[in-house]
């Protein structure tokens, strides 16, 4: 898998943990704002993850 790949999966998750934890004990906005920059860290490692998959078939 390529490193930028699981850099992207990487700080998907831990974004959405942390947004997760923010907005229970914090923030609200600050813990929601950095849940959905986590999503769109992980859509961005998946499209990829798909595209490679893709050309790997051909």
């Known amino acids: ?9 990487i700080l998907g998750l831990t ?3 942390l947004g997760a934890v923010l ?5 609200y906005e600050m813990g929601v704002i950095i849940m959905g920059l ?3 860290f992980q859509v961005i490692s998946l ?3 798909k595209r490679a998959k ?3 078939q051909q």
Not at 23 to 27: L, N, R, S, V
């Open 54 to 56: 893709a050309k790997g």
């Open 23 to 27: 907005t229970a004990t914090g923030p």
């Open 38 to 40: 986590g999503l769109v």
């Open 15 to 17: 974004g959405f943990a």
């Open 1 to 9: 898998m390529n490193p930028l790949t699981l850099l992207f999966a």
């Open 47 to 49: 499209v990829r993850i």
